[in-house]
């Protein structure tokens, strides 16, 4: 193989090494938001937290026309015991979708069935509802999403949509979505959706500026409208707030259990003295345990009987009273 042949073998080469050097140096790129219409993620928000995303929009339409303005705003916020829920309001972007296109209320539900662990993928229940305002479309699918696959995550959805509360609309709604952590905090992200209404395919560049808050770059493709829609967005996450109880209390608490009983001191003589306690709380380990070696060792106290003697008496002597009688 002569030196021009190789060289694009040797780029590659570089190319991957240096993706792959700089994904492991690069910080966690804030996770995908559902997205409404596009591939969402299985995972769903602690309770008390939440993300917001908005993003403004560039469409070129099948007449040539462009258009410029705000594409979606969707917010979601978790309700605690696996449960989420999503409420957002976009101007176009699906198949179907009236030309010019008001805003339409998207509102859903997500149910965590199992978080990710190693292999094995999260799993999710969604209810979605499109277009409330506007002859709506409801869904129901199932979500599946890997954890991180070294630099990779994968996501998926099976289930049906239902046009305007008709049986005879009901049709399969499936997709599936790739996304690569590269360097600098930067997430590349793919992804495909069918649905009745249309298909549609898009790219997506999220840059992480700080672990919760992430630039958007979108590009996405209607083939059934010909239409193409460019996006710049942002999204902000709150995450679910996690606390601990205060380690005084949990000191407390150990202390008033788990302390031994203490016998109590024993003097030799009925002496008043001052007695003068002081609590010593138990040091607990990094995982709040008690460790043996801290523990206070207290020995019996050893009382020696006290040695009493009898009290020697003797008989008290009386001696007659003499009387002598009475001279008239």
Known sequence: MNESASRPWKLAAAGALFVCSAWAQAPAV??????????????????????????LRLDRLPSGATTLGLSQVNVQAGLGAGLEAMLGFREGGRSGDPEPSPFFVVAGLRYRLLAAEGWRPAAAIEA?????????????????????????????????????????????????????DTAFGVQLTGEWWHSPRGSAASGEVRWAITPDVAMTLRGMWLPDDTTARFGLGLVVRAPAPQGRAPLVKEQE?????DAPLVPPRVFRDERPRFRLRIPILPLLGPGGERRPEDEVKTEPVKTEPVKTEPVKTEPVKTEPVKTEPMKA
Do not use: H
């Open 128 to 180: 979605l509802v499109d277009r409330l305002n506007w002859r709506g479309a409801t869904s129901v699918r199932g979500v599946v999403s890997t954890g991180p696959l070294g630099p990779m995550r994968l996501s998926g959805i099976l289930g049906a949509e239902m046009q305007q509360l008709s049986l005879a609309s009901v049709g399969p709604l499936y997709g599936a979505a790739a996304s690569l």
């Open 30 to 55: 804030l996770a995908r938001p559902s997205g409404f219409g596009g591939i969402p993620t299985a995972e769903a928000e602690g309770q008390g937290g939440g993300q917001l995303g908005v993003e």
């Open 253 to 257: 608490k150990v202390a008033t259990t």
